[in-house]
Structure formats: structure tokens, C-alpha cells
T-cell receptor
Framework: AQSVTQLGSHVSVSEGALVLLRCNYS??????LFWYVQYPNQGLQLLLK??????LVKGINGFEAEFKKSETSFHLTKPSAHMSDAAEYFC?????????????FGKGTMLLVSP | GAGVSQSPSNKVTEKGKDVELRCDPI?????LYWYRQSLGQGLEFLIY????????KSGLPSDRFSAERTGGSVSTLTIQRTQQEDSAVYLC??????????????FGAGTRLSVL
């Protein structure tokens, strides 16, 4: 069984500060890992994904994440926060070896950005 | 269509009534997923369709919940005899399932269900 743990239900940063959202996973097979963002009253939008290959992946809006197998982590970072980054962020893992890819999500982290 | 479309966007119903939620996936996507998003529970997987069949219904919380998909396209999630604990946002997603595909899921905006 897979699981995802996101540390911190809320993270507050100042505009221009580093954003770090933590995600740890457990999976019995090499995972595919995803970060999604959800703005108010909208669906989830894919930020970035890791499947195979390079462990540092870059996504939209200046976000990136690094897959660290030894730490079973996939933390999301952005060097400088913008007000428009305020949203809820979800880390997810998929068991692609099952023939399809049901996602298991973390409980989400709300990012608050102050001026 | 250009994206995953869900209707209605909001639904208010009385306890005990039946509701139907609709999902129109991205054209050509053979896989369709339903999730439930509720406060304190995060996102929970409900059911997966490949074409018109549902090989994984493991997330449906009770026999009051059912779903179907017709023509390999539109899906309907039905909740019978709604209860207050069914209040949540119901999200639909679709994806390609070609060999080697990474299974990226594209989400609709959801249906917010409120059971009074």
C-alpha cells in the first residue's frame, strides 16, 4: 500500500522568501510522484512530476522538486514566493505498475503568502 | 472538450434524496477517476474506469454510491439516500493509458455537494 505524508497543513512565507513544502511517501515499487496545486473553487492543476531519470524536476511557475530515494522524499521548492502562489498544494504517488495509475494523495498544505 | 467538465458545479440537496453528478472527460482519454475531497480527509479515491468498465471500485464508501460510464466518455456518479456526511467536493479526472504513458491525471473543477 502506498501513502503520502505532507508535513504541515499550513505554511506561511513572506513575498520573496523561499518556499519549501515537504512530502514523504511510502511505496512498495518505484514510484511516480506528482505535485498538484489547487486554487480556490478550482480543480487540481499539475505542477510537476517525477517518473524516471533526472531526480530534480522543474515545473510550472518556477517550482521544482527533488526525488530522494534514500529519504523517500519529494519536497517542493520555489526560490522566491509570489502572492499568486497562495493556494493548496498536494503531493501524490501512483502505483503505475498496477496497469493504471490511481493516485494516493497527501492531505495537502495550504501556502499563505504575506506582503 | 478542452478540459474535464463537471456538472453541476454546486448541488444542495436534502438528506435522503438521490443525486447525480456528471463528468465529461477530455476527448480521447480512456481512463476516468472519481475522487472525494472533504475537510479533514483530503482527497479520497472512489472509483476508476477504463473504457466503460470499472476494474477498481475499492474506494466507494458504501452501497449507496454507484457510478457508470457510457460510450467510453461521460460518467455519472450517483449517491442514493444522501447523508450529511456525503457533503464534500467530488472531483473527476481523466488520463491517457497508452503504453509507456505516465498516467498524468487532468482534473475538473469539481461538484460541491451540500446535504442539509
Amino acid at each position: 500500500a502506498q501513502s503520502v505524508t505532507q508535513l504541515g497543513s499550513h505554511v506561511s512565507v513572506s513575498e520573496g522568501a523561499l518556499v519549501l513544502l515537504r512530502c514523504n511517501y511510502s511505496s512498495s515499487v518505484p514510484p511516480y510522484l506528482f505535485w498538484y496545486v489547487q486554487y480556490p473553487n478550482q480543480g487540481l492543476q499539475l505542477l510537476l512530476k517525477y517518473t524516471t531519470g533526472a531526480t530534480l524536476v522543474k515545473g510550472i511557475n518556477g517550482f521544482e522538486a527533488e526525488f530522494k530515494k534514500s529519504e523517500t522524499s519529494f519536497h517542493l521548492t520555489k526560490p522566491s514566493a509570489h502572492m499568486s502562489d497562495a493556494a493548496e498544494y498536494f503531493c501524490a504517488v501512483s502505483d503505475h505498475n498496477s496497469g493504471y495509475s490511481t493516485l494516493t494523495f497527501g492531505k495537502g498544505t495550504m501556502l499563505l503568502v504575506s506582503p | 472538450g478542452a478540459g474535464v467538465s463537471q456538472s453541476p458545479s454546486n448541488k444542495v440537496t436534502e438528506k435522503g434524496k438521490d443525486v447525480e453528478l456528471r463528468c465529461d472527460p477530455i476527448s480521447g482519454h480512456t481512463a476516468l477517476y472519481w475522487y472525494r475531497q472533504s475537510l479533514g480527509q483530503g482527497l479520497e479515491f472512489l472509483i476508476y474506469f477504463q473504457g466503460n468498465s470499472a476494474p477498481d471500485k475499492s474506494g466507494l464508501p458504501s452501497d449507496r454510491f454507484s457510478a457508470e460510464r457510457t460510450g467510453g466518455s461521460v460518467s455519472t456518479l450517483t449517491i442514493q439516500r444522501t447523508q450529511q456526511e456525503d457533503s464534500a467536493v467530488y472531483l473527476c479526472a481523466s488520463s491517457l493509458t497508452l503504453p509507456g504513458a505516465t498516467g498524468i491525471q487532468y482534473f475538473g473543477a469539481g461538484t460541491r455537494l451540500s446535504v442539509l
